[in-house]
């Protein structure tokens, strides 16, 4: 198993090198300008152009601009970002924790709830709450988040007034607040755009469980387990469960990139202060020390997700480790 | 150390951090050396047309309680005039060719020519730093020391803690020697979603919104909220649709059909203005007379923007050969449509919606538009190339009408289009050098009236910022320059 784990992860380094290595040409190779931004309010002169190209590196060659990145890289340094003048790991490891926070309260929502209400739905298949619990996942599937925000903001946060519109924690709380005020401050905030994420999320989750479980269900193994007396929650949930994960198990992988990127518009909407309004708006700069730093904290979470799927895979099923 | 986008943000939490010398007053006038609100200088002198002494209030102080000196202004304007370490500024401050003190009140400021706008120069484009605190640091240090974090300033508002990507939180400076703010704690917080902006404030989570931008129901949901005041202030935004007077295929070869001046006019005189601005900016926006956003001092006194005349614009099309000869709509010479295209960014709402009507508007005249709409570093990169034939800009100026000259000028660095006319450099040249008895102004509409006779642009917008505050607060004023700067003399009734 250590053999195993270790060439895993040495593959997984690999692709990352790689993954960063296309990522930093093709980001040159799109057009457009990094200093565009800069001329967005005021249009720079040719000289003005000329000396900011030179503080950030972008007069040096491709190959050159490359080693410096690897040798930073190297060192824990990304650079320095050209939209906010700031040291790039210092930027994004302020929005992380924000990230963290939506994207972890998000998936700990989706692989609980959505797990737990995919199973019901299979075992209580074609039944009345399997129905309606369909139709209210596949609504909640075609509902756009960004839309959903929007609603959930005007209604719960300006008209009933119930929850914060906007914004990570209240400014006007004291300095001196205890952790616990603080705490209670946050998860106001985070109700609103981690219900707007959970409810696309966990739709998509409860129809892998659902499907994933229905296939369990007849299996020979199954009716043995009934056959042997056990109870009817054990043969579900023991049995059953544990051989209907492995569809999902994928989707958590594949999840996990998507929850730091994938909440653009709903930061947007919530004011909420992480990574993936950092990256939008790097993008549209062409920020390339910014667009670099994302991707590579994306790239990793990527590996890191395909990782922990094989490893999901090989803990849960051992032919997949012999082979 | 200076970033290459001096986001208005940084620049309006500087404005309560620090202290200019002197700031326009409030008709922005930047000519001349009257009208000037004084701040850190008491008062000022002119010794000589190239040559304006200034004396310093003897009652400021830094926030640290060491008193404001000449050589604070002297070491502020020795890093500001290092290219290193502040390429904008080096360019703004061109014409500052010497910063000395005479004691430790009084900076003498020497010039590089005679010009009208030498005490904006001298105190607009930049605030003095404390030199005690940062002459021993090195330049490239500055952005990542302690000062950065801690900064100690002159200005009525000390900082208190900067909560990155959510807000920055200011106190009063009590100690502030023009008074201390009414207000002791202010927030500024932090939402680039116009959306969210506007909900803290709807939900009672800010006090104050800037800058509501269209559509015209995000102030409508705003004016529903009776504890709220809208407040419209003058803006330095000016959006034109801008004519290549070269061949975006081959730019050393006349645009084939934008070269001729009776085309750019037909455009022109083809678009209803007035009503366009009115369908996307409702009353909060006026049709601009020459390139001049209504920041700019020397709109007063300038003539009305043309009005629609369709009749006269399909006129213009005609005399230079375009006749629709095969009654498909479009005009057409010698075979080919009269088709231009139009480069705008996705970005910009407003652009979208005005190129849409622009484009049925002029169809009306037989001017046929497609619509090229670009992610915005890919619009940027089109239009400083020159490849478009009409590019749908959208800039914001400064107070000072000097920076006409960079887009309007035959050597204009920021002159994408190769609008070129020595006439009209001649006129911004006098207008620039000369400080004349009269109107300052007249110099200026003389340029103005220039640029609009030879259409290089259809200037079609200059908005209002629409802000939004509470009504409980006194003694609300928002400067167009630098909307926050009169906080200190706002108070709160409750």
């Given at each position: 198993?250590?053999?195993?784990?270790?060439?895993?992860?040495?593959?997984?380094?690999?692709?990352?090198?790689?993954?960063?290595?296309?990522?930093?040409f093709?980001?040159?190779?799109?057009?457009?300008?990094?200093l565009?931004?800069?001329?967005e309010?005021?249009?720079?002169?040719?000289?003005?152009?000329a000396?900011?190209?030179?503080?950030?590196?972008?007069?040096?060659?491709?190959g050159?601009?490359?080693?410096?990145?690897?040798?930073?890289?190297?060192?824990?340094?990304?650079?320095?970002?050209i939209?906010y003048?700031?040291p790039?790991?210092a930027?994004?490891?302020e929005?992380?924790?924000?990230?963290?926070?939506?994207?972890?309260?998000?998936?700990?929502l989706?692989?609980?709830?959505?797990?737990?209400?995919?199973?019901?739905?299979?075992?209580?298949?074609?039944?009345?709450?399997?129905?309606?619990?369909?139709?209210?996942s596949?609504?909640?599937?075609?509902?756009?988040?960004?839309?959903?925000?929007?609603?959930?903001?005007?209604?719960?946060?300006?008209?009933?007034r119930?929850?914060?519109?906007?914004?990570m924690?209240d400014?006007?709380?004291?300095?001196?607040?205890?952790?616990g005020?603080?705490?209670?401050?946050?998860?106001?905030?985070l109700?609103?755009?981690?219900?707007t994420?959970?409810?696309?999320s966990?739709?998509?989750?409860?129809?892998?469980?659902?499907?994933?479980?229905?296939?369990?269900?007849?299996?020979?193994?199954?009716?043995?387990?009934?056959?042997?007396?056990?109870?009817?929650?054990?043969?579900?949930?023991?049995?059953?469960w544990?051989?209907?994960?492995f569809?999902?198990?994928?989707?958590?992988?594949?999840?996990?990139?998507?929850?730091?990127?994938?909440?653009?518009?709903?930061?947007?909407?919530?004011?909420?202060?992480?990574?993936?309004?950092?990256?939008?708006t790097?993008?549209?700069?062409?920020?390339?020390?910014?667009?670099?730093?994302?991707?590579?904290?994306?790239?990793?979470?990527?590996?890191?997700?395909g990782?922990?799927?094989?490893?999901?895979?090989?803990?849960?099923?051992?032919r997949?480790?012999?082979? | 150390?200076?970033?290459?986008?001096?986001?208005?943000?940084?620049?309006?939490?500087?404005?309560?951090?620090?202290?200019?010398?002197?700031?326009p007053?409030?008709?922005?006038?930047?000519?001349?050396?009257?009208?000037?609100?004084?701040?850190?200088?008491?008062?000022?002198t002119?010794?000589?047309?190239?040559?304006?002494a200034?004396?310093l209030d003897?009652?400021?102080?830094?926030q640290?309680?060491?008193?404001v000196?000449?050589?604070?202004?002297?070491f502020?304007?020795?890093?500001?005039?290092?290219?290193?370490?502040?390429?904008?500024l080096v360019?703004?401050?061109?014409?500052?060719?010497?910063?000395?003190?005479?004691?430790?009140?009084?900076?003498?400021?020497?010039?590089?020519?005679?010009?009208?706008?030498?005490?904006?120069?001298?105190?607009?484009?930049?605030?003095?730093?404390?030199?005690?605190?940062?002459d021993?640091?090195?330049?490239?240090?500055v952005?990542?020391?302690?000062?950065?974090?801690?900064?100690?300033?002159?200005?009525?508002?000390?900082?208190?803690?900067?909560?990155?990507g959510?807000f920055?939180?200011?106190?009063?400076?009590?100690s502030?020697?023009?008074?201390?703010?009414?207000?002791?704690?202010?927030?500024?917080?932090v939402?680039?979603?116009?959306?969210?902006?506007?909900?803290?404030?709807?939900?009672?989570q800010?006090?104050?919104?800037?800058?509501?931008?269209?559509?015209?129901?995000?102030?409508?949901?705003?004016?529903?909220?009776?504890?709220?005041?809208?407040?419209?202030?003058?803006?330095?935004?000016?959006?034109?649709?801008?004519?290549?007077?070269?061949?975006?295929r081959?730019?050393?070869?006349p645009?084939?059909?934008?070269?001729?001046?009776?085309?750019?006019?037909?455009?022109?005189?083809?678009?209803?203005?007035?009503?366009?601005?009115?369908?996307?900016?409702g009353?909060?926006?006026?049709?601009p007379?020459?390139?001049?956003?209504?920041?700019?001092?020397?709109?007063?006194?300038?003539?009305?923007?043309?009005?629609?005349?369709?009749?006269?614009?399909k006129?213009l099309?005609?005399?230079?050969?375009?006749q629709?000869?095969?009654?498909?709509g479009?005009?057409?010479?010698e075979?080919?449509p009269?088709?231009?295209?139009?480069?705008?960014?996705?970005?910009?709402?407003?652009?979208?919606?005005?190129?849409?009507?622009?484009?049925?508007?002029?169809?009306?005249i037989?001017?046929?538009?497609?619509?090229?709409?670009?992610?915005?570093?890919?619009?940027?990169?089109?239009?400083?190339?020159?490849?478009?034939?009409?590019?749908?800009?959208?800039?914001?100026q400064?107070?000072?009408?000097?920076?006409?000259?960079?887009?309007?000028?035959?050597?204009?660095?920021?002159?994408?289009?190769?609008?070129?006319?020595?006439?009209?450099?001649?006129?911004?040249?006098?207008?620039?050098?000369?400080r004349p008895?009269g109107?300052?102004?007249?110099?200026?509409?003389?340029?103005?009236?220039q640029?609009?006779?030879d259409?290089?642009?259809?200037?079609?917008?200059?908005?209002?910022?629409v802000?939004?505050v509470?009504?409980?607060?006194?003694?609300?004023?928002?400067m167009?320059?630098?909307?926050?700067?009169?906080?200190?003399?706002?108070?709160?009734?409750?």
């Amino acid at each position: 198993m250590r053999g195993w784990l270790l060439g895993r992860a040495l593959q997984a380094v690999a692709v990352l090198a790689i993954a960063l290595t296309l990522l930093f040409f093709l980001m040159r190779a799109a057009p457009g300008d990094p200093l565009s931004r800069a001329s967005e309010v005021r249009p720079l002169t040719p000289i003005e152009l000329a000396a900011l190209r030179a503080r950030y590196g972008l007069d040096q060659p491709l190959g050159t601009q490359y080693v410096s990145f690897i040798s930073g890289l190297v060192k824990g340094d990304l650079g320095v970002s050209i939209e906010y003048a700031r040291p790039v790991t210092a930027l994004l490891a302020e929005r992380l924790p924000a990230t963290l926070l939506l994207g972890g309260s998000v998936l700990i929502l989706n692989f609980t709830v959505g797990l737990w209400l995919g199973v019901r739905q299979a075992v209580r298949r074609n039944q009345r709450e399997d129905r309606w619990l369909t139709a209210v996942s596949l609504l909640g599937y075609a509902t756009p988040s960004f839309w959903l925000g929007l609603v959930l903001a005007w209604l719960v946060g300006i008209k009933l007034r119930l929850l914060p519109a906007a914004g990570m924690e209240d400014p006007l709380l004291s300095i001196d607040a205890g952790f616990g005020v603080r705490a209670g401050d946050v998860l106001l905030h985070l109700i609103l755009p981690a219900l707007t994420l959970s409810i696309v999320s966990i739709a998509a989750t409860m129809r892998y469980q659902r499907t994933a479980m229905l296939e369990v269900l007849n299996l020979p193994f199954m009716m043995t387990a009934r056959a042997k007396g056990l109870p009817e929650r054990e043969v579900i949930w023991r049995h059953g469960w544990r051989n209907a994960l492995f569809p999902v198990i994928t989707l958590f992988g594949l999840w996990l990139p998507i929850l730091v990127t994938g909440s653009v518009f709903v930061e947007a909407v919530f004011a909420w202060p992480g990574l993936g309004s950092l990256a939008a708006t790097a993008v549209w700069g062409r920020d390339y020390p910014v667009l670099m730093g994302a991707s590579l904290l994306v790239a990793g979470l990527v590996v890191l997700g395909g990782f922990l799927t094989d490893v999901a895979y090989a803990l849960l099923d051992p032919r997949v480790r012999l082979a | 150390m200076e970033g290459p986008a001096g986001t208005l943000g940084n620049l309006e939490l500087a404005d309560q951090l620090f202290l200019r010398l002197a700031s326009p007053g409030p008709t922005l006038q930047t000519s001349g050396d009257r009208g000037f609100v004084p701040l850190l200088a008491r008062s000022w002198t002119r010794r000589d047309s190239v040559t304006l002494a200034f004396d310093l209030d003897p009652r400021a102080r830094w926030q640290d309680g060491v008193p404001v000196t000449a050589r604070d202004v002297v070491f502020t304007f020795e890093r500001a005039k290092n290219p290193a370490i502040a390429p904008r500024l080096v360019g703004l401050l061109r014409n500052v060719s010497s910063v000395t003190a005479e004691g430790d009140r009084r900076v003498v400021f020497r010039f590089a020519r005679s010009y009208a706008e030498q005490l904006y120069d001298a105190t607009f484009h930049t605030a003095p730093l404390p030199a005690h605190l940062l002459d021993t640091m090195p330049p490239e240090a500055v952005a990542h020391s302690d000062f950065v974090a801690h900064p100690v300033g002159s200005g009525p508002y000390k900082l208190v803690r900067i909560v990155s990507g959510q807000f920055v939180e200011l106190a009063a400076n009590e100690s502030f020697f023009l008074g201390k703010p009414k207000i002791e704690r202010v927030i500024m917080r932090v939402a680039p979603d116009p959306d969210a902006r506007i909900n803290l404030v709807l939900s009672g989570q800010a006090d104050a919104v800037d800058n509501v931008i269209p559509p015209l129901d995000n102030i409508q949901r705003i004016q529903s909220d009776t504890s709220l005041r809208v407040i419209p202030v003058s803006s330095p935004t000016i959006g034109f649709l801008l004519f290549n007077q070269k061949d975006p295929r081959h730019q050393d070869q006349p645009h084939p059909i934008l070269s001729d001046i009776r085309v750019r006019r037909a455009i022109t005189l083809g678009l209803d203005r007035q009503l366009l601005v009115h369908a996307v900016f409702g009353s909060y926006a006026q049709v601009p007379y020459g390139p001049v956003s209504s920041i700019l001092w020397i709109r007063n006194g300038a003539p009305k923007p043309t009005r629609q005349n369709v009749e006269e614009a399909k006129r213009l099309l005609s005399a230079a050969g375009w006749q629709d000869t095969d009654g498909d709509g479009v005009r057409d010479r010698e075979g080919r449509p009269l088709m231009l295209n139009l480069s705008l960014p996705t970005t910009s709402a407003v652009r979208r919606k005005l190129a849409a009507l622009i484009q049925e508007q002029l169809r009306q005249i037989g001017v046929g538009l497609e619509l090229q709409q670009m992610e915005f570093p890919l619009w940027i990169e089109r239009r400083t190339a020159g490849k478009f034939d009409i590019d749908f800009a959208g800039t914001v100026q400064d107070p000072s009408p000097t920076g006409l000259t960079q887009a309007w000028s035959c050597s204009g660095g920021t002159n994408v289009a190769k609008y070129c006319n020595p006439r009209t450099d001649s006129l911004l040249d006098v207008a620039i050098n000369t400080r004349p008895k009269g109107d300052p102004a007249q110099p200026w509409i003389a340029a103005l009236r220039q640029i609009e006779a030879d259409a290089p642009a259809t200037f079609l917008y200059t908005p209002f910022y629409v802000y939004a505050v509470r009504r409980r607060f006194r003694n609300v004023s928002i400067m167009p320059a630098s909307s926050w700067l009169m906080l200190r003399e706002w108070s709160d009734s409750r």
